[in-house]
């Protein structure tokens, strides 16, 4: 079968379209953007989907990775403000927000991210003393997530995290470490045992003046129920009560013998002990009150009778 040259130029139109749109179609995947470069100028940027671009003029530049990427930061050592010496690594995570300025504002973006991260450590966390570094970890993230983020911010990169992972310092500072803890908290230990054993003694003392006044406090009712009774029983006694007196003085009586028998030591007692001695011995004191009473009444009435008697004036 011949082929005329219409048919084999329809051919090679043919060929010549597919060929076209084969070089001006582009399928950008998602999380993907691309640079267009036309003639090496960068002219567009191209999104997920379907793209055209111009065939044999315009093609792909950079192909930017869009998602958030977890970057790698090695182990380095690094000194102190108190110039002592620790392995810090850790991790940072970036985002590329601008794919044109990430493909031609630097090179190396991966590598410029590490090295502009590891230089920041260092210079963070070497301006801080060693206690500072264990202590403050979340701070030292901040500020290096602050200080990279800005560094990066020109190159169309969004820094979203910046993670310490390990800080190991030398085994003798870690011994060293050890032993200060170890004293610090028998340190504590004491303290809280001095205070404790402090508080003990407060509260006894307070326990003991407690007593004291309680004790005074006791003293001083005591003596004054003995000093209401004995007024008492001298009011009754000017009355005449002789049977007040004789409980008054059967009560004392009674009370110099429960003291006497219960003393300890080696004692004779020669007194009356049986009841009705007792009995005897009071009976014989109130008849001793009743005639001194009796005596004094003869006597005041005598002096009354004796006194001449007052001659009042007449009111006329």
Request: avoid cysteine; hydrophobic fraction near 45%.
């Amino acid at each position: 079968m011949s082929f005329s040259g219409f048919d084999i130029a329809i051919m090679v139109l043919v060929a010549l379209v597919v060929l076209v749109l084969f070089k001006g179609i582009r399928t950008i995947p998602q999380g993907y953007n691309y640079t267009v470069e036309r003639f090496g100028r960068y002219t567009k940027t191209l999104s997920p989907g379907l793209n055209l671009i111009v065939p044999f003029i315009d093609r792909i530049g950079a192909k930017m990775n869009m998602m958030e990427q977890v970057l790698d930061v090695p182990s380095q050592e690094i000194i102190t403000r108190d110039n002592a010496i620790v392995g810090v690594d850790g991790i940072a995570f970036f985002q590329i927000l601008n794919a044109a300025q990430a493909a031609y504002q630097v090179s190396g973006l991966q590598n410029a991210i590490l090295n502009l991260t590891m230089t920041n450590i260092r210079t963070v966390m070497g301006s801080m003393d060693l206690d500072e570094l264990l202590s403050n970890r979340d701070a030292i993230n901040e500020r290096l997530l602050r200080v990279v983020d800005e560094a990066a911010h020109p190159w169309g990169i969004k820094i979203t995290r910046v993670e310490i992972k390990d800080i190991n310092p030398p085994a003798n500072l870690i011994e060293s470490m050890g032993r200060q803890m170890t004293a610090e908290r028998n340190k504590r230990a004491q303290i809280l045992a001095a205070e404790g054993l402090k508080q003990s003694q407060i509260l006894e003392a307070e326990g003991r003046k407690e007593a004291a006044f309680r004790d005074a406090e006791a003293r001083e009712r005591s003596a004054e129920a003995e000093a209401r009774a004995t007024q008492v029983v001298s009011e009754a006694i000017s009355k005449g009560d002789v049977q007040a007196l004789n409980y008054f003085v059967a009560q004392k009586y009674t009370e110099a013998l429960t003291r006497i028998g219960s003393a300890t030591n080696s004692k004779v007692v020669l007194m009356p002990l049986e009841a009705s001695s007792l009995i005897g011995t009071l009976g014989g004191i109130g008849e001793i009150a009743k005639e001194v009473f009796r005596n004094e009444g003869t006597a005041g009435a005598q002096r009354q009778a004796a006194r001449p008697p007052v001659v009042r004036p007449s009111e006329n």
